[in-house]
């Protein structure tokens, strides 16, 4: 006990959070997404924020509002629902209802998208013309418009296709075999892929990505809505397993002709960060070995689509991830910005075209979260870190010359910005614990502020549960994981409580930071009410901490999570109000992993446990996640075992539920059903609950049922 009550000095509590008034308990419809009444608690924000120029716009009712820059102005009408209704010549039948259906092309345009049922406009609301119309045809996805050309990119099944001005469609690619897709997302949205349609500036060419999967085995799916139940097949490439090939086109429309980048073999490789020069001549790509250890950055002639220049490789012993284009700055078309986590963070890199790396723009031992632009100029630079701490993000604005750099946003919390056409003001949108939500405009050169809209708390009527923030030192006596504590409802340190761990504990994610509420789920708030203290803890693994703490777990996942998840046990058993004969465990997806790695690995600790969508085995995941963190099942045998909760379905001591949706894509329904299939023979007993109909996660009512059900398990059995 001497040594638990010394390690933990170096606790540090930031700003228990509480609220008085009356006593009304919040239901799960209140803090449910899905729920009757979730709409009412939620903070609101303006909607639609958006730049005109350098007039910051929101949409209020019926009207896009110009926000005021300074104090000493007044918000003003920029366009209404009716001037659009009437500029567009719409009849009653026509008439647009809301403004929900437009949608500003860019800061520097008069034109705005709008959809109607039959077609998609372009309308200039300044001199009141119809610049363009598209037929919306029924099932068209992944819409990709060219403001320079006039012209929409989208797809149809697994074929891409352009509309001009006039409404005219031309077919780009023309697949009979359902296997080859084309215009849509590849490499199932690894590496900050989140599109497969790329216009060049000016909208002369049409780059996509066109993905071959006929070598990819085929998944079952089955949808049980049918009277007799229907095959839905997938293509699911399963950790060592074959990958699908993808090739990235260039289509010309004044030609009709398209030309494939020639980027060689093996052709089992990632093709991300898709970006064109800016005189549409080049189209750079950082391309990714499948073992992910290596990134090479080339240029390819969009003309002919020979390569044109290996401009530098990356590799890391672990893995390498690359998740954002090359970003030419402005006005000097021959130099570009990288972002990489070569020297243990992510940070800016200046280069020339030829591959010259010029020098290193930011530095220090914290992470480039975004960049959100240049100046009119280009002389300035504006971006978004976690310099000031690890679970907060500031606004920089950066002198590309000199270096200098100057601190933008001037609250605590996590903010994130947008420039404005000139770079002269940028809109600050952001929360704090104590925040629900504000929005400053802050003129970029004198960097005065002025705060243009706070939000009110939703919870101002409302009696709710402490909530508190604060760090641990990790088993290495060095590293600080920070953490999130709610007491239960009406607090009495006199009682013992049953504790619920709510764990995620994956890459690319934070439960936990300095914004409203510290990110408190409504579920937690809801088990605090029923007497329950609820904690949460990003583990080594997560983000925006540098690659050294997340990729710590490379190959052995689940093994440095599970013991950062148990320091915060440690710490919980020594508050003197904790029952430690009930501790309980949920998370969902990788927080399903390590839901069933803490039951199993310490089944002496908790009592009960709930993991949805659960990854129970890596060799039943996919390729990209998969081998990024732990290589392929040939290389790494005694890691994928000793990572896999099939083989621990023995150890399980206490209630265990799964949950699972019999059609979810993400972490496939075998995942479950082979752990149960491993309790069976191992003779323990699990609880399985299945969501018909639903994919990763549920949405809509469901997701209330979904809520209810667990809480009724930790009620049944923990409580």
Known sequence: MKFINSFFLAISILLPMKSYSQEIPLTLEDLTPGGKTFSKYRAEM???????????????????????????????????????????????DEALKSLNTI?????????????????IYLYDFVTKKIMAAFLSLDGIDNHEWSEKSRMLAYTKDNNLYIQDSEGKETAVTNET??????????????FGINKGIFWSPAGNLLAFYRMDETMVTDYPLVDISARIAKLKNIKYPMAGMKSHHVTVGVYNPATQQTVYLKTGTPKEKYLTNIAWSPDEKNIYIAEVNRGQDTCIVRSYDAASGKLQTTLFTEIHPKYVEPENPVLFLKNEPS??????????????????????L??????GKWDVTSVLGFDEKGENLFYVSTEVSPIEKHIYKLNLKTGKREQLSKEEGVHDGMLSASGKFICDRYTSQNNPGKVTITETKSNKSYIYYSAKNPYRNVQLPEITLGKLKANDNVTDLYYRLVKPLNFDPNKKYPVIVYVYGGPHSQMVDNSWMGQVRGWDIYMAEKGYVVFTMDN????????????ITHRRLGVVETDDQMTGV???KSLAYVDADRIGVHGWSYGGFMTLNLMLRHPETFKVGVAGGPVTDWKYYEVMYGERYMDSPQENQEGYKNSSMVERAGDLKGRLMLIHGDEDPTVVMQQSLQFLHSAIKKGTHPDFFIYPGHGH?????????????????FEDFLK
């Open 46 to 92: 303006p909607r639609q924020l958006g730049w005109y120029g350098d007039k910051l716009t929101y949409i209020k009712g019926d009207s896009v509002m110009i926000a005021p820059n300074t104090d000493k102005e007044k918000p003003q009408v920029l366009l209404s629902l009716q001037d659009i209704n009437s500029g567009m010549g719409f009849d009653k």
């Open 103 to 119: 949608q500003f092309i860019s800061p520097q345009s008069n034109n705005i998208l709008i959809a109607t049922p039959d077609k």
């Open 177 to 190: 075999n359902t296997g080859i897709v084309s215009g849509q997302s590849v490499h199932r949205n690894e």
């Open 335 to 356: 130099k570009f910005l990288w972002q990489s986590e070569r020297d243990g963070f992510n940070h800016l890199y200046l280069y020339d075209t030829t591959g010259k």
């Open 358 to 363: 010029l020098k290193q723009i930011t530095s």
């Open 540 to 551: 080594r693994g997560t983000s925006n901490r540098g690659i050294d703490f997340e990729n």
């Open 570 to 572: 440690e710490y919980l």
């Open 697 to 713: 996660n549920m949405t809509g009512r469901d997701r209330v049922h979904l809520h209810e059900h667990i809480t009724r398990y």
